[in-house]
């Protein structure tokens, strides 16, 4: 069995999110107050060999030119993604059709957040929602709208393709 039939066995829809996805992030204090907001371009990615089951390639733009890149691979363990990057570790599992990641964050000790992201009827629109915490209190939540990207339009810069800083 190839490595993309055993991450579909486990996540039975997962790869309805293959592809290029353009949107915004909004990220929010605690109190509801935008505390930042930068373009995206998340390319998902399932190898049918090697020793990742899942890779994500984000971009991410800022209006005032900052630019951040990552690449982020995860492994099929268990029936469960699993990540060990430099900024984060954690896992992913589906329930009833929903993307559930609990990741703890390396960067902020102390902190961790709960990702929820849900496929719109038709696959071409996903939200996903980020609530973080910090010691035990709620730090932020980041809200994030994306597109699939047509065909034709694979490039990762999302500034370059019309999206919007506000929802």
Same mark, same amino acid.
């Given at each position: ?17 293959e ?42 733009e800022?209006? =005032? $030119? /900052?630019?951040?890149?990552? @690449? !982020?691979?995860?492994?099929? %363990? &268990? ?32 902190a ?11 696959g ?10 910090? =010691? $035990? /209190?709620?730090?932020?939540? @980041? !809200?994030?709208?994306?597109? %699939? &990207? ?12 019309g ?5």
């Amino acid at each position: 069995m190839s490595a993309r039939e055993e991450l579909a066995r486990a996540f039975p829809l997962i790869l309805a999110h293959e592809g290029l996805w353009r949107g915004t992030y909004l990220h929010l204090a605690a109190d509801g107050r935008l505390e930042d907001s930068h373009a995206s371009a998340v390319r998902c990615i399932f190898p049918d060999e090697g020793p990742f089951a899942y890779v994500q390639e984000n971009r991410f733009e800022w209006a =005032d $030119g /900052r630019v951040q890149e990552s @690449t !982020l691979p995860g492994v099929l %363990r &268990a029936g469960r993604l699993h990540w060990d990057v430099p900024t984060f570790s954690g896992e992913a599992w589906e329930s009833d059709g929903v993307i559930l990641l609990r990741l703890h964050r390396k960067d902020t000790p102390g902190a961790h957040f709960e990702e929820m992201i849900s496929l719109a009827p038709g696959g071409w629109e996903r939200a996903r929602t980020w609530h973080w915490f910090k =010691d $035990g /209190r709620l730090l932020r939540r @980041t !809200l994030c709208l994306e597109r %699939r &990207a047509k065909s034709g339009d694979e490039g990762m810069s999302p500034l370059q393709n019309g999206i919007s800083f506000r929802p």
